[in-house]
């Protein structure tokens, strides 16, 4: 097993980049929203609509991170408290696809996701679980060459459930693989990154409701998503 990806010092350093991040993004929806509430408009014309769209977005965003900045603050409470529950890995990614698609689309990127029938469940608190791997896969397509493919794979071994994203570029880990490891760590799971693969590995439990249907394997391309 490779030793963590970070130390405590990583982790405020994340946390400041983090908390910066928010802030700018946070000064991005003011800016337009000050121009134009400054400029005393009528009705808006489609550029005054496209920078109340930008600055949306540009909260949403803010909005997000600082959720998870909160989320990673409580991750050690978080993991003996009263949120644990059954937890079905092979969902949280099923569920994520949209999100990660539309991303890799706008990279121009191919996403191939292969989920294994009947995967166990593991215990954990599911939103920590969720946004650990929302920010490492999307990690993994945000650094990606534009015509690459990067494909997903979980599996079941006897130990533990593993998420597999292979082939991204290779780097050194970001801050937000650093929050990502942070948030696994609580739950007693693990990151590894390196070579330009990452792998999540998920202790398993003995899966306390029916097993999961078994999933179709098929490529997401940019501009289609998954069948349904």
Do not use: K, W
């Not at 937000?176 to 948030?183: M, V, Y």
Request: proline share 6%; hydrophobic share 45%; net charge negative.
């Amino acid at each position: 097993m490779n030793p963590p990806i970070a130390s405590d010092t990583d982790y405020a350093a994340a946390l400041a980049a983090a908390a910066s991040s928010a802030e700018r993004s946070l000064n991005d929806a003011r800016i337009p929203i000050h121009i134009l509430l400054a400029a005393q408009f009528g009705e808006l014309n489609d550029n005054q609509e496209e920078m109340l769209r930008d600055a949306a977005a540009a909260l949403d965003s803010a909005a997000e991170e600082l959720r998870v900045l909160r989320d990673l603050a409580g991750a050690d409470r978080v993991a003996s408290g009263a949120q644990r529950e059954v937890v079905r890995i092979g969902d949280i990614v099923r569920a994520l696809q949209p999100e990660l698609l539309a991303q890799s689309a706008r990279a121009g990127v191919s996403l191939i996701v292969n989920i294994a029938p009947g995967l166990p469940a593991t215990v954990g608190a599911a939103r920590q679980f969720r946004d650990a791997i929302r920010l490492a896969l999307a990690d993994d397509i945000r650094f990606a060459l534009p015509g690459s493919t990067i494909t997903i794979d979980i599996a079941a071994t006897a130990e533990e459930i593993r998420i597999t994203s292979c082939c991204g570029a290779a780097r050194s880990a970001s801050a937000s693989l650093l929050l990502a490891e942070r948030l696994l760590r609580g739950q007693g799971a693990r990151l590894e990154h390196g070579d330009g693969e990452t792998t999540i590995a998920v202790p398993r439990v003995t899966p306390l409701a029916a097993p999961l249907a078994t999933p179709r394997a098929e490529p997401l391309l940019p501009g289609r998503g998954p069948s349904g």
